[in-house]
Each structure stands twice: as C-alpha cells, then as structure tokens.
C-alpha cells in the first residue's frame, strides 16, 4: 500500500492522480514504485506535493474531459506555488501528445504510454529546476514512445498497490488488433501483445506473496492471450498457471469478449475451485446491423447461443455485460430490440453508455448520427430496466448464506465486502453486520435485505 512520509526540505515529494480503467491503473502503481523506489516522497496531498504526476484516460470524450478538469484544477495550484511541476502521463498523453502543451501550457512534461518507466528520470529532470520556479512553458518536454513500443510489452511486477492489501489486477497482455469501429484502443495502446507466462506467474506470486488473495485478470480481451505466441486457447494455460499458486483464493476473468469463449473455457470455470463463476462478457449491441456497423464479430443469435451454454453448464455463474446505446444509425426498432433482449436475458450487472463519436474513429464518420438528448434518454431507459432486473435477483438472494471476502472493516462501523459475483470498484457490494474480521479475510453471511444495488448481510463466521 502508498504511504506518506514527511518531507524535507532535501527531499522532493511526488502526488499522484490515477485516472481510468484497472489497466491504467497497473501503470500508475508501477510509476509509484520506480517513484518510491528512487527515493522520491509519495505525497496524498496533491495540492501541495512539489511534483504531481496524473496518469490519464484517454479512451472517450468524458475521460478526456475529466482529465483536462482533474490536470486544469492541479496546474490552479502550481499557479499558486503550492505545486511546483506537473506531469502528464497515460493514454490521454500518448493520444494527444504536443496538443496538450498547446491546450495547457503550463505542464511541465508530458509522458507517453510507451515512456512509462521513464518516470524516474522525468521527475529528475524537473527536480534539477524546482528550486528555479520556472512557471513557463520553456521547461516543457514530451516523452515519447519509442518507435518499437507497439510490438513489446511492458512488465509490471514490482508495484506499488494502490488497490488494498488483499486484492490487485494482474494484467496478461496489452494493445488490440480487433477494429471496432467505435474504439480509440488499438491507437493508443497499438498492436495486441501477451506478457509471457512466466512474468504473469512471476508477478502473480508475487502479488500473493504479499498478502493479495484475490487477483482480477484483465487485458483489452483476456481471450486473446497467447495467439500473437501461436498459442491456441492460450488463457486455459494461464489459468491453469495460476490456479496452482496456494496463497490465491479468488481468480476474476475480466474483460472476455464473446468470439473468444470456448467450450473448454466455459468447462474449465465450471470445474475450477479458484476461478470465480464470474464471466464480464461486453456484447455492445444485439442488432446484427449495428453490430455489423460497429465492426463486431459476433451476432444477436451467436450471443444469444452463448449465454444458454454458459447457464447451462455453470448454473451459479454471474454475468455481467456492457453496451453502447445510440450507435449511428441506431433506430427506435434497434433500441427497443436491445431493450427486450436485456429484459429477457437479465443480466446480473451491466454497463450501459452513450455512443461518442471519437475523432480518429471509423464510427465518427457514420451518418445517422443521433442527437445526445435521446442517447441519454436511451440509457435512462435501459438503466431502469436493469434495475429492476438487480432488485429482483437481489430479493431473491434474501435468505442465503454466502461466501464474502471483507475489504473494509472500521470499528464501529458497517463492514464493507463482496461475495464472487461482485467485482471490486465496479459492481455493487455487501454491507455486513456483526462482521469481527479484518479486510482480507472470507467469511460467511447471510442475506437479510438489500439497499439498492447492494446487500445488506449478517456475518455468521470466518472462513477457515
């Protein structure tokens, strides 16, 4: 976990903001470490801190927008004196590279997803200048990727968490060679490319070793892993890798897209001990048409096909899904047919967003483009169907004994944790009640009402 130390005035301490998804987030904790690992100061007051540094998204317009608000209110603060320089690393940084010194002259460094570790020796360069107080843009400076970036993988073993003690995200590989047509990924992030077994199950040891319990795999579609190797069905070896580590209780398989769910992965959940029956399967759309348009693989009748086997081979498990409503072209008929099709599947959790037409993108350039006054009507719409949809389901949970796994318990306080089917930061949780046991640990409740999204719960002992 980060920790604050005092600062001295020998010493240069480094805020940090991370902004974004769980991959982003596994850059930001491997920049904290090489950070802290240099000796620099980790500061929790990025208002005041000598350098911050805010790892950016950079994936859709209202990232974009939260990360020129959250850099805007910091460079507030250098204006101030209170920050003396202020870094810019991540997608956003790797998408828009010289424009952000043009929009917000007063970075200091701009850092590209490929100059990642890099951070150290960028943090150096400013800390030869801090004391100058230069607040212009002439001490600006853009790291970029490297040209062979694209085609290589970075390692992210040796982080510092900033997720808990007891759960992290492992990530598999990075980049997409799929050509969605609304997706700014393959841009940014470049070519697909797998991390090697051995550094995944070197970093999930690790991960273990030091008190973790539950990981969450992630990449841009865990499926792929392994086929830029020559690896046919290439997760099951990772699968198999990491469900030999002891000290691992709880696997998460995220980000699965339907094309790459086989037969033998579904039997290898349905018979695992480790890997949860929790499948995060985004299917975007369920109209062929727009799903054609959006450039997917898949069809209303494939995913359909899909989610009938995965139910009927694991009948406990907890899918959870994403779609994009407003699509160009997108027609009441298509909505309504999308609407339906969730009214009747149910899923147990789903993300709904409104399209955005990204520049750079094949979608941006689509006619039938669709006013943003019914987009967000349209996800009203879905979102309330959903709703409905998680309180029956979280009614008829009401009576059950569960496995959960504690990820905050304060004295006098309502103990916060999760059972499988609830994946941290994104999904809803179980407030628990006469709950003794330390975040980290498993234990058994029972379900006594819910509260919206979430359970309300009774602990009635720890797991073993």
């Not at 200048?129 to 600006?140: E, F, I, K, M, W």
């Not at 499948?279 to 997917?296: C, E, S, T, V, Y």
Request: hydrophobic share 40%; net charge negative; glycine share 6%.
């Amino acid at each position: 976990m980060m920790k604050t130390k005092e600062s001295s005035d020998n010493q240069v301490s480094v805020g940090f903001i991370s902004l974004g998804c769980p991959k982003n987030m596994v850059d930001s904790e491997k920049m904290l470490a090489l950070i802290a690992e240099a000796g620099f100061v980790i500061d929790y007051d990025t208002e005041n801190a000598d350098v911050v540094v805010i790892n950016t998204c950079g994936f859709i317009q209202p990232a974009i927008d939260e990360a020129i608000e959250t850099i805007s209110h910091t460079l507030s603060h250098k204006r101030k004196g209170n920050v003396k320089k202020v870094v810019v690393a991540g997608c956003l940084a790797e998408r828009m590279q010289e424009k952000l010194f043009e929009q917000l002259p007063q970075i200091d460094a701009v850092v590209c997803l490929g100059a990642r570790d890099e951070i150290v020796n960028v943090i150096k360069n400013l800390d030869s200048r801090l004391r100058g107080n230069d607040t212009g843009s002439q001490a600006a400076k853009l790291y970029k990727s490297p040209e062979d970036w694209a085609t290589k993988i970075q390692l992210d073993s040796d982080r510092l968490l900033i997720t808990s003690g007891h759960w992290a995200y492992l990530r598999i590989s990075e980049g997409c060679d799929r050509n969605c047509a609304f997706c700014t990924i393959p841009s940014i992030k470049g070519k697909f490319r797998s991390k090697p077994l051995d550094e995944i199950v070197k970093e999930a040891k690790q991960l273990a070793d030091s008190g973790i319990v539950e990981i969450s795999v992630i990449a841009q579609d865990c499926t792929c892993w392994g086929r830029d190797l020559g690896e046919k069905d290439g997760l099951m070896k990772v699968i198999s890798e990491l469900e030999k580590i002891e000290k691992l209780k709880w696997i998460r398989l995220m980000y699965l897209n339907p094309t790459g769910i086989s037969d033998e992965l579904i039997e290898t959940i349905a018979k695992s001990k480790k890997i949860l029956h929790y499948i995060d399967m985004p299917i975007q759309h369920i109209n062929n048409d727009i799903l054609k348009a959006m450039h997917r693989p898949d069809t209303k009748e494939k995913i359909a096909a899909l989610i009938e086997k995965i139910r009927k081979n694991i009948s406990d498990v907890v899918l959870r899904t994403t779609v994009i409503v407003g699509f160009p072209g997108e027609t009441e008929q298509h909505f309504n047919e999308l609407l339906d099709f969730i009214k009747v599947t149910k899923f147990d959790a789903l993300g709904c967003f409104a399209f955005w037409p990204e520049p750079g993108t094949k979608a941006a350039e689509l006619k039938g483009k669709i006013q943003q006054k019914i987009k967000d009507k349209r996800v009203e719409k879905l979102m309330l169907a959903q709703q409905e949809i998680v309180f029956t389901k979280n009614n008829a949970l009401e009576g059950q004994t569960i496995e959960c796994l504690i990820d905050e318990n304060e004295e006098g306080q309502t103990a916060i944790g999760r059972y499988y089917g609830q994946a941290p930061h994104i999904d809803s949780v179980c407030l628990i009640q006469n709950c003794n046991q330390p975040a980290g640990s498993f234990i058994e409740v029972k379900v006594t009402d819910f509260k919206d999204y979430d359970l309300v719960a009774y602990g009635v002992e720890p797991k073993p």
